[in-house]
């Protein structure tokens, strides 16, 4: 499949030239995973079910639960028509402030599994921030020296690599 690229915060892609970016392949996968996750229905009239609608939950308490159904929404997401096959994701929720969940999104491309995108979300304002797999050291909370850094809290406090 091919399509218009777009950034993780949705923009379109333009080249130096100033036409569009066509992306295919993984590319055109982590475009699509993107755009799904960042989706509330019916956002896009042609695909008007392709949405997680993760923001359902602004508002909500951040618990277990909670996290359990943004899993269960990204994945439904991925999988309503086929897009992906659930056997081939693996969505995980990480609480990391009292407000602030962590959403890892692996998918199995080219028959590996990779991180592809790690979305923070913030139950009283919605997406805070989409990190793409090309930012994979970005940490996640608050900033260490990663040098003189002897304990690990969290595991999910800096992104893991696949």
Known sequence: MTDIGMSWEGDLLFDDSGDPV????????????????????PDWSSHPNVG????????RPNTQSIGKQIEFSIVKALTVDSF??????????VPTTLTSIAV????????????????????????????????DMKPLGRQHDPVHHTVTDNKYMLRRGL
């Open 104 to 135: 890892l999104i692996n998918v199995v491309l080219a028959s590996q599994e990779r991180l592809v995108t790690q979305v923070i979300f913030d139950v009283k304002n919605g997406i805070k921030e989409v990190i793409s797999e090309a930012r």
């Open 22 to 41: 066509i992306v295919f392949g993984d590319d055109w996968v982590l475009r699509e995973i993107n755009k799904r996750v960042r989706t509330t229905n």
């Open 52 to 59: 997680a609608d993760i923001e359902e939950f602004v508002g």
């Open 84 to 93: 992906l096959q659930p056997a081939k994701i693996k969505v995980e929720t």
